[in-house]
C-alpha cells in the first residue's frame, strides 16, 4: 500500500504559491472554487516536516485527506475489497415517490436509511454507469453485470428488475437493482476512524458519519460474500446508505463489464 497526504490550501496570494514551488513542491490550482491549490504528497516524503511547519507559520486554512493505492497483487489477494460506487447525474435516476417516507425518516431531523426500489427512466447521464448508487442509496448493475451474476453464482445480493418509464412491459430491462440478502458484523473501532460530520440527532440517535480509514473487522473469512454491505450507514445529508464491500471475484465481474472509478481498498481482518 501507498499512502499520499492530499492537501486542499487557501492561499493569500501568488508569493504563498512561489514559495510552495520553491519548498519543491507543486500546487495546482482549484479553477472551480477559486483562491485554493491542491498538493498530493507522500506521506513518507522528506519534505513533509517542511510543508507542514509551512502550513502552520501561514496559518492558512486548508483541508487535508489520505489517500491510498494498492498494488494488483494487493487487490487480487485480498479476503474482500470496499469500493466507491458512482452517483448518478441528476435525473438520471428518479425514484417511486419524490417524497420522504414518514414511516423511514424520523420527524425531526429526517435522516432515512435508503433501501426503496427505483425506476429508471431515459435521460442520458446513466449510460455510462454500468455500477451505480440511486437517489434513495439503493445498488443498482447494468444487465451485462446481472448476466454474469447468475452465469457465475455470485452471492450476497439478489435481483430485482428496475423498469423503464418508456417502456414498462420490457421482459429485458437495462438496469436491476442489487438487494443485499445481509449486513457484515460491525466493523472494529479503533482502528476503524470515523467522523461526524452533523450532529447526532437526539430523537433517532442518527448522525452522518464519515468513514476516516480503511475497513477493519474481527470477524472469519467465510462471513464475506460476493456481495456485502456494512451495519453502519454514512452519509453527509438526509439519506444515510452502507459501505459496499465485494469480493474480488465480483470485482473482477465490475471491471469486466465497464465499471470504473471504484477506488478499491482490502478490508482488513484483525
Not at 425514484?95 to 420527524?107: F, L
Not at 446481472?146 to 428496475?162: H, K, N, Q, Y
Not at 423498469?163 to 476503524?192: G, M, W
Not at 469480493?247 to 471491471?255: H, M, T
Amino acid at each position: 500500500m501507498r499512502t499520499h497526504k492530499v492537501f486542499r490550501i487557501q492561499y493569500q496570494d501568488s508569493e504563498q504559491l512561489e514559495e510552495l514551488s520553491r519548498l519543491g513542491f507543486t500546487p495546482f490550482l482549484d479553477n472551480e472554487s477559486g483562491g485554493w491549490c491542491l498538493l498530493r504528497v507522500a506521506t513518507t516524503h522528506p519534505s513533509m516536516p517542511i510543508l507542514l511547519d509551512w502550513i502552520e507559520r501561514e496559518q492558512t486554512h486548508h483541508h487535508c485527506t489520505i489517500e491510498r493505492s494498492f498494488s494488483r497483487r494487493e487487490i487480487r489477494s485480498a479476503t474482500a475489497l470496499h469500493i466507491d460506487i458512482v452517483e448518478p447525474e441528476s435525473g438520471s435516476i428518479v425514484g417511486d415517490s419524490m417524497t420522504i417516507d414518514p414511516k423511514q425518516a424520523c420527524d425531526k431531523c429526517l435522516r432515512r436509511t435508503g433501501n426503496r426500489a427505483s425506476v429508471l427512466n431515459d435521460a442520458q447521464g446513466s449510460r455510462s454507469a454500468a455500477f451505480l448508487r440511486g437517489i434513495e442509496g439503493e445498488l443498482i448493475v447494468n444487465r451485462s453485470i446481472a448476466m454474469r451474476m447468475i452465469s457465475d453464482g455470485i452471492t450476497g445480493a439478489v435481483l430485482e428488475p428496475i423498469l423503464s418509464t418508456q417502456l414498462p412491459d420490457n421482459p429485458d430491462p437495462e438496469y436491476y437493482r442489487l438487494v443485499p440478502v445481509d449486513r457484515l458484523p460491525q466493523v472494529t473501532s479503533p482502528p476503524t476512524t470515523f467522523s461526524i460530520s452533523q450532529r447526532e440527532c437526539n430523537h433517532c440517535g442518527r448522525a452522518g458519519l464519515r468513514l476516516n480509514s480503511m475497513l477493519y473487522f474481527d470477524a472469519p473469512r467465510d462471513v464475506f460474500e460476493d456481495i456485502n454491505v456494512t451495519s453502519e450507514v454514512f452519509g453527509d445529508g438526509r439519506l444515510l446508505s452502507p459501505e459496499v464491500v465485494v469480493s474480488p471475484r465480483f470485482y473482477n465481474i465490475l471491471v469486466s463489464c465497464g465499471a470504473h472509478d471504484m477506488a478499491p481498498e482490502p478490508v482488513v481482518l484483525v
